[in-house]
């Protein structure tokens, strides 16, 4: 009983006292929705990246499930893909309220978005099993009122976004969106982070940006083995 409790408190204070202070994180967030084939492409090639224990500790991840679903007057609203986008955006956006931590959150979305991706996306309820989760809250908020009040909360903050954005994925770093060179957001994660870590991975993605610039004016695309370093 006695180790159980210290152990709690020795949990409760690694999550206060976190090696790399909140104010130094690079924020990353991504405005996106779920049947947009080029999000449901980053959200399962790339920004998986990002959970590299050296990066995702200076990183604050966020997920803005909306896109360019328009509100409408009355508060109801129309997704660009039709009624089953409108349906999975609210799913994902009950999975973050849920669950909170990243961890938790991240792993169910990117299994919905991996299913979108391959054309699979009405399997989407396998998760719940896939990922050993309870479904029962998740299906209570987004078949409720619940559900859509986290929608209209992410639609104020995509149509708050300075400058506005343009097409989705729309990812920004520290507030500055990276416009069509998203694919490269390690690069300004690492530009972006002042803190005292060190980072390792980000001499890797800096490799990796050198040589993608250096690809699209030489014949390494072909050269199968450089491939490795897209994973
Ligand atoms: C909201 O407005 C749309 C048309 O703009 C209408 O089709 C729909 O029935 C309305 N929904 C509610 C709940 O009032």
Request: charge should be negative; include cysteine.
């Amino acid at each position: 009983m006695g180790s159980s409790l210290a152990l709690f408190f020795f949990l409760s204070m690694c999550g206060l006292f976190s090696p790399s202070e909140s104010h130094q994180k690079v924020s990353l967030e991504l405005y996106y929705e779920s049947l947009c084939p080029y999000s449901a492409n980053f959200i399962v090639n790339y920004l998986p990246k990002v959970f590299s224990p050296d990066l995702i500790s200076i990183v604050d991840l966020k997920l803005v499930p909306w896109g360019n679903a328009k509100l409408r007057a009355n508060n109801t609203f129309n997704c660009q893909h039709g009624p089953y986008e409108c349906l999975l955006n609210t799913v994902e956006a009950c999975a973050i309220d849920i669950l909170p931590q990243l961890s938790k959150h991240f792993p169910f979305i990117y299994c919905v978005e991996d299913l979108v991706f391959q054309g699979r996306r009405t399997e989407w309820e396998s998760c719940f099993e896939k990922l050993d989760l309870d479904s029962k809250p998740i299906k209570q908020c987004y078949d409720g009122e619940h559900g859509k009040q986290l929608e209209l909360q992410y639609a104020a903050e995509t149509s708050a976004l300075k400058p506005p954005h343009k097409y989705v994925p729309w990812v920004v770093v520290d507030g500055e969106p990276l416009y069509d060179d998203y694919e490269n957001f390690l690069s300004y994660i690492c530009e972006a982070y002042k803190g005292p870590d060190k980072v390792r991975s980000c001499t890797q993605a800096s490799y990796l940006a050198e040589f993608k610039t250096k690809a699209k004016h030489s014949a390494f695309d072909n050269e199968g083995g450089m491939l490795t370093w897209e994973k």
